[in-house]
């Protein structure tokens, strides 16, 4: 696919999620209401937040090669440290923002340098346990700021007014289509750049890197921080639309799921790392619906009852990617493209 | 604090410990064979509850019985899936063979609840073991020094199979040059299997054992899987020595922590980890190379 | 060719017409009354609520005749997966698609997440299925109530009746989340009136599975109760443990927070326990008998508490709809807002004002052994009723903001 195509689909894209709060089209049973109705533009909404939490994990992960277990800890404390500013401290918007931002740079870096230290399993345990720590805290509910297991939602006199209530759903629509847009850019951009090729050496063999002279640690530093960044601001985005802050994003699991996202869409594409995010948030919302569905209800109870447990599907489809298609759904769609350039030449050229 | 209280805590301690160093051992040994790690451990161990469960409930087997059966049963369950499904992604990328454990687990703790429902199934202590044991120190319950005795029986075992028997040095060469033991006419794949068996049986064991004692659900697996992962970390990654020594060092430190100051028992054997780590990244009894 | 040129035009207009023309929903006086039961139809609250909260709603609506205000009523089942993400979710998706009432959020998070949406579509949110005291305190709004059971009228129930009883010493087992802070400190104020203090209660870390060495220390303190104020697969855990170091011999064991869901599941643990509940399905002849008609339709299982509640809840709610003549949520709250009434769940009944609490009257119940048993389910005693003005923090205590 020529560039000048490639980037007149994105834009199209782009111009038609813009226009999808206008669009009154019924979709069922994709969605349960029609595209533009609140809730359907919530739960758009919430898989571009996850979207662009996948990409910032695939900047990681997918091409610097640090698989960290504590990702979900800096899109958490994007979520509370925005929540907190907001509500319990009455701050405004702009102080928050500058406020989480910092956070979110100045945390990373130290525990980064620390958990930098180790490598491969030892690596993934130490963010784990900073992870568990992170979670620890919430759940704690130190000086009653983060609300324990039961939340902390935030009270309409909070939230600054262009996102509160219903009417403004599809405001929440266009800040989480434009931190899609701005992760994916950033990402993009970063991916491109002298770090960004640095990272990926890394990926295929530190050793070879740090002989040629680079201070590998400190361009590892780098992904994680900017990795972390990116996350934390996804947060914000997740706070606005949620309406507060839940404690099940602190869970050990949620970082799993953050895992099987970068993995369904393909590993080191930043485009598949979108795919797998929204679709992996979509499944998890729209699979217990779908499974009600009359279809299903025909089957005999032997296949019926656990085809409608989501997650014993979620499972079997991730067993199933896993041994067919390991590069998920990014990898699924290069081979196809190639096996048809491959037909074109095989009858072409006669 | 008088020292007999302490002293009874400490054998609290070696009870807990004892699950640990089984768990641990288990992860350890399948590490060590299949580079893989197993997210599917804290399943398996609910799979040991369930089974000794579905025993008694189903077949009428007794404790002592279901002590040996379960693990045998549970640990065939592993090596079919090794065989069907994880010998697959056999040397690609180690994070596969994570993913594909997990998924496991999703597929396996859902399809026990759809069976036997989220909350508990009733277990209880054979009344053989149900009495309490005059230690002079203490009275002691004695369902507890038998699983501790069983712990270090089962690990004595297991580590004098590694280090010293044919079968072991096969294993173990297997683990460091699994090409030259293929030419040397060694079946590695079968090897494999029964290495992943052994360390799924391991934790189906320490599943029976917690059955009485324990809440037998789902989720059981769940907590524990965490502290099992950040034991091996600390024993050493496929260290059999490492895995038994910590899991009991833990489970003792973590008891005693729990009578002196209770908020940081369940972050001590992080706290522990990460200074383990710092100071030897390959853990107490790990071998660097071993992280490869 | 001509016509081919046609085809995207007519596509775009068609497009844009569906566009411009705003979706017209059916006219409010012939769509339905819409009510959607959210709560945890699989996981570990499944049993206390799950499909037999839609059961319980469901009869409801049947009992109240199928219709009202000329409009059929429809009951919408939608589970949580007990994620407050998800019930979030599913509950703007639901109002949004013109639900009038949320019913049951069993878990306290869903609870609080769902009353916060509630708050700001203005539609009534009534809440059986959770815990927290927040939801008629520091969370508390307009368009929600809190129906069946709270933390504080299950450690005043137990707690009064046991101290009162003359069991003074108690040993506490505490989780360190909010649920165990607040039992703990709601336990601690019901027994000092009648001279019964915690001589020990450490609160335990998340995460614990083995009790042991608490079950240890709690033995050589001799306390007279063990207070079990831990929920779920932990209660289970702490008992078991209990019991293995022979404490239920020693002391009277007591449980903050139980259901007759896990009785079903796990009678032996539970058997000599002393809990408190809003309802118990063979309490009086009124409750059998819908204990009765419930058990024709869930397989012959018995209503727990919350799915009573249900049944009460939307029958009440359906009343209210009748006589205000709207589902207009604003019109609902003034109407029920400091109503008394009583039925076969609800003694004694109000409507709070102040903060949103339904009051009614709560038992005090012990968990017979097996041997004591003299029918499938009838798992409890009751020893003691706390009278509806006194089951719940009073009104003078509450820590709601109110600004309606």
Redesign the interface.
């Known amino acids: 696919m020529t560039r000048s195509v490639s980037i007149g689909l994105a834009l199209a894209l782009i111009a038609i999620l813009i226009a999808v709060p206008?669009?009154?089209?019924p979709l069922p049973p994709l969605f349960?209401?029609?595209l533009?109705?609140?809730?359907s533009l919530?739960?758009l909404a919430?898989c571009f937040v996850f979207g662009a939490l996948a990409v910032s994990y695939d900047l990681l992960f997918g091409y610097t090669g640090l698989?960290s277990f504590g990702h979900a800890l800096y899109f958490a404390m994007g979520v509370y440290a925005t929540a907190i500013a907001l509500e319990r401290w009455h701050w405004s918007l702009i102080p928050t923002l500058l406020f989480v931002v910092a956070l979110c740079v100045v945390v990373p870096a130290i525990v980064g340098a620390?958990c930098l230290?180790?490598?491969?399993?030892?690596f993934a345990?130490?963010t784990?346990?900073f992870a568990?720590?992170g979670s620890?805290v919430v759940?704690?509910?130190p000086f009653g700021l983060t609300?324990?297991?039961?939340?902390l939602?935030?009270s309409?006199q909070s939230l600054p007014a262009i996102f509160?209530?219903?009417a403004n759903s599809r405001n929440l629509y266009w800040l989480a289509l434009l931190l899609l847009i701005f992760t994916y850019a950033v990402a993009r951009m970063l991916v491109g750049s002298r770090a960004g090729r640095v990272w990926q050496a890394i990926r295929e063999n530190e050793r070879r890197v740090a002989t040629v002279g680079l201070n590998t640690y400190l361009f590892k530093l780098g992904a994680f921080v900017c990795s972390s960044v990116l996350a934390s601001l996804a947060g914000i985005v997740y706070v606005f639309i949620?309406?507060?802050a839940?404690?099940?994003?602190t869970t050990?699991n949620f970082t799993?799921a953050l895992?099987?996202m970068v993995?369904l869409g393909g590993?080191g594409t930043l485009w598949g790392a979108v795919l797998g995010g929204m679709l992996y948030e979509y499944l998890?919302?729209r699979l217990?619906v779908l499974s009600s569905a009359s279809g299903l209800q025909s089957l005999p109870p032997i296949l019926r009852?656990?085809l409608s447990?989501?997650?014993?599907v979620?499972?079997?489809l991730?067993?199933l990617l896993?041994?067919f298609v390991?590069g998920g759904l990014a990898g699924a769609f290069r081979r196809l493209s190639s096996l048809s350039t491959r037909t074109t030449t095989l009858t072409g050229g006669q | 604090m008088s020292p007999d209280y302490i002293a009874a805590q400490i054998f609290n301690g070696l009870a807990s410990g004892a699950f640990y160093a089984l768990l641990a051992l288990g992860l350890s040994v399948i590490f060590g064979m299949l580079r893989i790690i197993n997210f599917a451990h804290g399943a398996v161990y609910m799979l040991g509850a369930f089974a000794t469960y579905y025993a008694a409930q189903l077949l009428h087997v007794p404790f002592y019985p279901a002590l040996i059966l379960a693990p045998i049963a549970v640990g065939i369950f592993g090596m079919l899936i090794e065989a069907l499904i994880l010998r697959r992604i056999s040397g690609s990328d180690p994070v596969y063979g994570l993913l594909l454990t997990f998924a496991l687990t999703l597929v396996v703790v859902n399809l026990v609840r759809l069976l036997a429902g989220p909350l508990g199934s009733p277990y209880s202590v054979p009344p053989s073991l149900s009495s309490a044991v005059d230690l002079k120190f203490t009275i002691y319950p004695a369902y507890k020094l038998f699983v501790i005795a069983v712990s270090i029986v089962v690990c004595a075992v297991v580590w004098w199979f590694v280090e010293r028997s044919l079968l072991g040095a096969r294993i173990r060469a297997a683990t460091e040059n699994p090409v030259l033991v293929r030419a040397l006419g060694v079946d590695t794949k079968r090897l494999v299997t029964l290495a992943f068996g052994a360390g799924v049986a391991l934790a189906a064991l320490a599943g029976v054992l917690a059955a009485p004692t324990t809440n037998v659900q789902p989720y059981m697996g769940d907590d524990i899987i965490i502290y099992t992962f950040a034991i091996v970390v600390i024993g050493g990654l496929g260290s059999i020595t490492g895995s038994v020594v910590a899991g009991f060092a833990l489970g003792i430190l973590q008891t005693i922590g729990a009578v002196y100051y209770p908020p940081i028992a369940t972050t001590l054997i992080f706290i522990v980890m990460v200074i383990v780590i710092a100071i030897r990244p390959a853990g107490l009894f790990g071998r660097p190379e071993s992280l490869r | 060719m001509r016509i081919a040129r046609v085809i995207p035009f007519l596509c775009a207009s068609a497009v844009l017409a569906n566009t411009l023309i705003p979706i017209s929903p059916a006219p409010a006086d012939t769509a339905p009354v819409k009510i959607a039961v959210i709560t945890d139809m699989s996981g570990v609250y499944s049993g206390l609520s799950g499909q037999g909260a839609v059961i319980a709603t469901k009869m409801a609506v049947a009992d109240f005749g199928g219709k009202v205000l000329g409009r059929p009523i429809v009951v919408d089942a939608v589970d949580h997966q007990n994620s407050a993400t998800i019930a979030e979710a599913k509950a703007r998706e639901e109002f949004g698609s013109g639900a009038d009432l949320a019913m049951d959020l069993t878990n306290s998070a869903a609870a609080i997440a769902v009353a916060s949406v509630a708050k700001d579509v203005h539609k009534l949110a009534i809440v059986t299925g959770a815990a927290s005291t927040a939801l008629t305190g520091a969370d508390c709004n307009k368009y929600t109530y809190h129906y069946a059971y709270d933390s504080y009228a299950l450690a005043h129930g137990t707690g009064a009746s046991v101290a009162r009883a003359g069991f003074k010493t108690w040993y506490g087992i505490v989780p360190d989340y909010a649920f165990g802070k607040a039992m703990l400190s709601d336990f601690t104020a019901a027994i000092a009136p009648y001279g019964g203090k915690f001589i020990h209660a450490d609160t335990m870390p998340l995460g614990t599975t083995d009790f042991s060495s608490y079950m240890l220390a709690a033995r050589n303190a001799h306390p007279q109760v063990l207070a079990l104020l831990n929920a779920g697969a932990d209660t289970v855990n702490s008992m078991k443990a209990a019991k293995e170091f022979g404490l239920d011999k020693q002391m009277k064991i007591v449980v903050g927070l139980l259901f007759l869901s896990d009785v079903d599941a796990l009678p032996d643990v539970f058997a000599g326990s002393r809990i408190t509940d809003s309802w118990y399905w063979n309490e009086d002849k009124a409750a059998r008998a819908f204990a009765d008609r419930f058990a024709a339709a869930d397989n012959g299982l018995r209503p727990t508490s919350v799915q009573a509640a249900d049944y009460s809840a939307t029958m009440q709610w359906l009343k209210a709809v009748k006589a205000v003549g709207s589902t207009d949520a604003d019109k609902i709250v003034a109407y029920l807002d400091g109503r008394k009434f009583d039925d076969f769940y609800a003694h004694h009944a109000e409507w709070r004002a102040r903060d949103h609490r339904v009051i009614h009257d709560m038992y005090v119940m012990d968990v017979l052994p097996k041997s004591e048993v003299k029918e499938p389910h009838a798992w409890m005693k009751i020893v003691d009723t706390i009278p509806a003005d006194q089951a719940f923090r009073p009104a003078s205590e509450s820590t709601c903001q109110k600004t309606w």
Do not use: C, K, Y
């Open positions: 206008w669009i009154g089209i349960g209401e029609p533009r109705s609140p809730g919530s739960l919430v698989l620390i230290r180790t490598h491969d399993v030892a345990m130490v784990l346990a568990q720590a620890i759940l704690q509910n609300g324990g297991e039961e939340g939602p935030l309409t509160a209530g219903v949620e309406g507060g839940t404690s099940e994003i050990a799993l895992l099987v993995v590993v998890d919302f217990v009852v656990p447990e989501p997650l014993f979620l499972g079997v991730f067993i896993v041994l390991p």
